[in-house]
């Protein structure tokens, strides 16, 4: 099993930055690839980036393309998403999950993905 806990989120103004991250714990970090998925209020979780297990493939959401980008330090077990331009749109609770499912096309599609954090708040205010 992956344990996965973000960290990172808050309050940040619109067009600002913030940088989240997911630390695993567990089984080999470097054999899952890894997701972010966000859910805002009253809204189902959606997609937001994903990588693959050797960080060289990553694929994003149109919504978050140019400005978001995930990376992944295997040494550190450690999964980031770093968010410019942000958003009042962007609110929502970012979760890090993991998969074990090599398919690129299948990453952006929740139940791909077998663990999952407790999720971050992240808030843009206008």
């Known amino acids: 099993q992956v344990q996965l806990v973000e960290s990172g989120g808050g309050l940040v103004q619109a067009g600002g930055s913030v940088r989240l991250s997911c630390a695993a714990s567990?089984?080999?970090?470097?054999?899952?690839?890894m997701g972010w998925f966000r859910q805002a209020p009253g809204k189902e979780r959606e997609f937001v980036a994903a990588?693959?297990?050797?960080?060289?493939?990553?694929t994003y959401a149109d919504s978050v393309k140019g400005r978001f980008t995930i990376s992944r330090d295997n040494a550190k077990n450690t999964v980031y998403v770093s968010m410019n331009s942000l958003k009042p749109e962007d609110t929502a609770v970012y979760y890090c999950?993991?998969?074990?499912?090599?398919?690129?096309?299948?990453?952006?599609?929740?139940?791909?993905?077998?663990?999952w954090g407790q999720g971050t708040q992240v808030t843009v205010s206008s």
């Open positions: 567990g089984e080999s970090f470097s054999s899952y690839a």
């Open positions: 999950a993991a998969t074990q499912r090599p398919s690129i096309s299948t990453w952006s599609v929740t139940r791909t993905y077998d663990y």
């Open positions: 990588i693959s297990r050797t960080g060289i493939i990553t």
